[in-house]
């Protein structure tokens, strides 16, 4: 039991199974130690949810995204474990930030809790979300794995075109990194091996029509061919543009094009 982290944790506001799953403390010990300290707990129910759930709003995936951009310069090694205390001072840097951006004030209805932060970190590093580039604006931002929908919150619902560009063929067909995009091919693979159909795949694994045809197109290309891809493009984006293009043997060509 680490009593004296769990001082600091109870005093910066953390729900209790928080607390206890990084100091080994009981429930109860935590109640009482509350109660020592004089800090009024959070209002807790149920399980601690996803980040996930927290990201479908997009001024609140803009919050987790400033406080990752701090989390992932402070923390160390944040894909193996959750660092407790770059999680307080990447939520401080946040709420600096977020007031500064407002002029002073902060918004109540949006602002990214304590605890939602530490489930975002917690999600980072069991691989549920990720860190994406947006393709117009070039601001990472941080995103479900398995839900494409989580378009940049920067530029989503705000770009103005002009009504005069014919932009079709610049808008964005997927928002995956090449990493993520190599890994659903693999998936896609196995669970076809499984007997799932082609729609049940691009169900589960949230997959566009565009998408999918290019993760099975990536199936049919050489680990050599495939390298090469990664190395000539830079986003998911542009290599599902490619290969959509691109029949099966024509994708194997790509980089002499």
């Not at 990084?22 to 980040?51: F, I």
């Not at 406080?67 to 193996?80: G, N």
Request: with cysteine.
């Amino acid at each position: 039991m680490d009593e004296a982290l769990a001082g600091v944790l109870v005093k910066a506001g953390f729900r209790s199974a928080i607390i206890r799953l990084h100091t080994g403390l009981t429930r109860k010990q935590v109640t009482s130690l509350r109660k020592k300290l004089g800090v009024c707990g959070p209002s807790e129910s149920g399980p601690l949810p996803n980040a996930e759930s927290l990201l479908v709003k997009r001024a609140v995936s803009l919050e987790a995204s400033l406080f990752m951009l701090a989390y992932l310069i402070t923390a160390v090694k944040p894909r193996e474990a959750i660092d407790i205390h770059a999680v307080m001072a990447a939520h401080t840097q946040y709420l600096d930030s977020h007031a500064s951006l407002r002029g002073g004030n902060m918004d109540l209805e949006n602002i990214l809790e304590l605890d939602d932060a530490w489930l975002v970190a917690r999600d980072y590093r069991s691989q549920e979300v990720t860190m994406r580039t947006c393709n117009s604006c070039h601001v990472e931002f941080v995103a479900s794995i398995n839900h494409r929908r989580h378009a940049c919150p920067l530029c989503d619902g705000v770009q103005v075109r002009d009504p005069f560009h014919c932009d079709f063929a610049d808008r964005p067909v997927s928002t995956r990194s090449v990493g993520e995009l190599l890994e659903v091919s693999q998936k896609v693979s196995q669970w076809e091996n499984w007997g799932y159909s082609t729609e049940e795949l691009r169900h589960e694994l949230s997959l566009s029509v565009h998408e999918f045809t290019a993760c099975k197109k990536i199936l049919s290309i050489t680990e050599a061919d495939i390298s090469r891809l990664c190395a000539k493009y830079s986003t998911g984006d542009r290599l599902v543009k490619h290969l959509i293009k691109a029949s099966t043997t024509q994708a194997r060509t790509l980089l002499a094009a």
